[in-house]
Structure formats: C-alpha cells, structure tokens
C-alpha cells in the first residue's frame, strides 16, 4: 500500500498548515461557538466558559489560525493599538514602566506605539498628533510636560491615562504615586538614624513628582524640628552626571552633611562616584538614601537603601486603566502606596 492511500482511510485530523488561509469561521466551527465568540475571545471582551475558552485555543493551534489584528479592529471600528508616550526610551525607570504597558496591553490583544518626549512640550504636543494620524485608540502619557489643559483637549477626542499627575476630565484618566510621602519616609528613616545634617539632591523643579518629594524632605525636618539648610539643597536634573555634580557642590560648599537623600536612584548613582571621588566611604562616612528602587539599586556596592515605587506596576497599571476606559468609558485602578526598603548605604552617623 503507497503512503497516499494510507491517508486516504485515515480520520485523524491534520496539524499541519496548509495553503489554504484559515478564516475566523473555520475556528469557530472547530470550536463550536459562533464567530462572534471567538472575535471577543480574541479582543478579551468575551465574557464566556474557560470551557469555551479552551475550546477555542485548541480550534486556534490545531488550525494555525493567525489573527489579523488590523481586520479585527477595523470590524470594531478599533486599530487595537494605543500609543505612549515615555519621556526616554532608554531611561531604566521609563523602561520598566513600559514592560507593564506591553504586557498588559498583550493580553487583551493590542499593541503599544511608543514615542519619546524628551520632557519637552512641544516634543510630546507633535508625539500626539502622530499617534492620532496612526489612528491609535487611546493615548498614555508616562509624566511629561503637557499642560493640564492640553491633556483634557485630547481626551474629548479619545482616551487618555496620564501618571505623574491628578487630574479629573472626561475620557481621561491620571496615576499618581505618593511621592510626598515617600520623600517624608525617606528623610524620616535618616533622622531616626540619628542624622541632622541631610543634604538632598531634587529633580528638576518643574516636574511634579519633583518638587513632592522635596516637600516631604522638608516636612520630615520640620516635624523633627531640623532647620532646612538651603545651602544643602542641590540641584539635579534625574540623571546620574546631574547627581555627580550636585554632591561635587555640596561638598566643595564645605557646608558639613552626614548624609544625602537623593530624589532618584538614578542621581543617587552619580553621587556614590562623587563621594568616592573624594576619598568618603557610603555609609561610614555619608549615608546615601534614594529614590525608585530600581533594579540596579539592590547590586550597587553597599546596596542603595530607596523608596520602593512599583514602576513596572506602574505601566500595568496605567495600560489597565486604559482598557478600562475603552470598554467602560470609566477607569477605576490605584497606585500602591511607597514602602521604604532600609539597605546597606545608610547607617547611623560616626560619632
């Protein structure tokens, strides 16, 4: 007997594609649900069985179905792509956050468009008329520049999440993390160390997660009753050079200072290398606190002690809130609260 009429009596369906294009009504057939089924399966609306839904996984591997994600959405009058706007791509804060918005927007079968603003509002202004010309439906602002009133005029028009600030519109949505009370909590660890003299490296003072953090920097001091020192205030820009120069400033000053809480992790990098520089050892001769608890944080040499802020949540978060107000015209998500993680690089003062 050939091998070809070997096939001929067999009833064993085959698992291997052929060339003919398999169709959204092939697997429902397969699956035995209706077309409608499967496409709100796919678009993650359908509110159905895990039985169903298994069949219909099965009917899709065993056919090789490959969803066009274009056709689907322009059947819901969707693209199924939304667009986000990050600040910088390379940025590991900006990175992780962007993680969770892929992540998340995968699942629900959508695709994430992501641009850079560079913190620059006319920059983030042309990043939005770009992604509507690509017909995104929905855009994420990461933090940014944007004006209030800017954001609110978008949103008449289609979906918006922006972090970084509150703000209340219709058809959009804002994440806030608490940097206020992380920046208290970040202080409050370093006077309960027994440290009075804390310099503190800020962001750039036109974000608000910025100046937040400075203010509960300053209401540690005061609810302690530390006078704020001006002189040992320096300024940073959220990178690690800014954060290098702000501590070679402070400690040219010769203003006298046992420990510095920098605004980020990223800044509190560079003035690790300012300090070594100069021969003063973290923590035993200057404590060294940050802020975001990047990954990179917890391998620094001592480990860095930080404020722990999900960013990676953050973007899941943000990519939720999203979906939500695509299928529901309202979002309903929350930002956990910022937790303190004592490390290696903050200690009490020699004395």
């Known amino acids: 007997m050939t091998d070809r009429n070997r096939g001929r009596g067999s009833t064993k369906p085959s698992t291997q594609r052929t060339d003919t ?5 092939m697997v429902a057939q397969a699956a035995g649900v209706s077309a409608s089924t499967v ?27 490959v969803p066009n994600p274009m056709a689907r959405g322009l059947a819901g009058g969707r693209t199924l792509s939304i667009g986000v706007i990050t600040q910088s791509i390379g940025s590991p ?66 979906p918006v999440v922006v972090t970084g600030r509150t703000l209340r519109a219709p058809g959009l949505y804002s994440l806030n993390f608490d940097d206020f009370e992380g920046g208290r909590m970040a202080t409050r660890h370093l006077i309960d160390l027994g440290h009075r003299r804390i310099a503190f490296i800020t962001g750039n003072p036109g974000h608000a997660d910025a100046a937040e953090r400075y203010r509960g920097y300053c209401s540690a001091l005061e609810e302690a009753g530390i006078a704020i020192d001006p002189r040992l205030v320096a300024p940073g820009e959220f990178h690690e ?36 520089r100069h021969g003063l050892r973290v923590p ?24 722990h802020q999900p960013v990676y949540d ?16 309202a979002a309903s998500v929350e930002m956990p609260a910022p937790v303190f993680m004592p490390r290696q690089s903050s200690r009490s003062p020699a004395t």
């Open 21 to 25: 294009e398999v169709t959204l009504q």
């Open 241 to 276: 050079e800014s954060g290098r120069r702000a501590t070679e400033a402070l400690i040219q000053s010769r203003r006298r200072f046992t420990a510095i809480f920098s605004a980020n992790d990223q800044m509190a990098y560079g003035a690790a290398l300012a300090l070594h």
């Open 39 to 65: 496409s709100r399966i796919l678009n993650g609306t359908a509110a159905v069985s895990e039985a169903k839904k298994k069949a219909v996984d099965e009917a899709i591997s065993h056919l090789g179905f």
């Open 93 to 158: 804060f900006y990175g992780a956050a962007l993680c969770g918005i892929e992540d998340e927007l995968g699942r629900a079968g959508y695709s994430p468009l992501f641009v850079s603003g560079h913190w620059n509002a006319a920059d983030e202004a042309r990043c939005i008329d770009a992604l509507r010309s690509r017909r995104v439906d929905g855009i994420i602002v990461l933090t940014g520049r944007l004006s209030d009133r800017a954001l609110r005029a978008c949103a008449r028009n289609l």
């Open 314 to 329: 953050l973007g899941l978060l943000a990519a939720s809130a999203m979906l939500q107000l695509i299928r529901q015209g």
């Open 284 to 307: 035993d001769d200057v404590s060294l606190v940050g802020f975001d608890d990047l990954p990179a944080s917890l391998y620094t040499i001592p480990p860095l002690s930080t404020v």
